[in-house]
């Protein structure tokens, strides 16, 4: 005869099992933060016999929170997960080599001050500023500091980025976000300063200075179609101080040579920079 027992429904497990299974997961994860500080401890010995400037690695921060969000998934929203991380990360750079956030809230204090609390946290000093030139000029004068600056043009604002032109200056070395995404809550594009080894640089995209006579609206869209930029009066050469954003596919020959087409002059080009490539996550992954 055919068994006719009915299958057991599969167990639920009890409220009190699920909690103790958070606790522990809990613990496991604060055991592991204290292990990768013993790493960092160990890592701060070996940097000062070995390595010397800022602890600051653009490039190697760019990888990882792009490894973070392709390996993602399950319930947790992925703003959660890379603030997380990014505090991680921020917390336990400053605790190699202590360094303050210094930022432009010259365009709105609110936008600047999520992007700045939520890619660096709370325990690295965040110093506001009215205006780019009082951001580059705290960067310039320090050993290791960070200078947030608005990655668009702002009324009334000049070239700041000519300041960034000289050898010994800071240099752009990050764009935030490093992960963008329609809805991200610290979506301000923002600009990142200071000085950092030559390996440490992510040098996907190239930032430079061109400061152009003749510009134009026809000029102004001969450049956009190559690149991102921002463009400010510049009175000195009667035209235009750009601050362009060359992506891989593009080289300073090709703006130079549109804005000649375009009926420009190209007066001076100086690099003032570079960053990882801007790394965009679809709707659907957040």
Known sequence: MPDKTVPKAPSIPALAELRKDIDR????????????GEIIDRLIAVKKSQETGSAFRPVREAEMMRRLVERHKGILPLDTVESIWRVIIATFTYVQAPFSAHA???????????SARFHFGF???LVPHLGAAGVVAAVSASKGDLGLIPASASAGVGPWWTALEFDAAPKIIARLPFVERAD??????????SRVADDARATDAEVWSVRVSG?????AHAVNALADFIAVPDRAFDGAALLVTLPKDATLAKISDALVKAGATVRSTALVGSHATRYTVAADKT
């Open 104 to 114: 432009d809230f010259s365009a709105g204090d609110a936008l600047m001050r999520d």
């Open 25 to 36: 997961i809990d613990e496991t994860v604060h055991q592991l933060l204290m292990e990768r």
């Open 184 to 193: 991200h809550p610290a979506s301000l594009p923002v600009f990142v300063i």
């Open 215 to 219: 510009w134009s609206a026809k000029a």
């Open 123 to 125: 325990t690295v000093p």
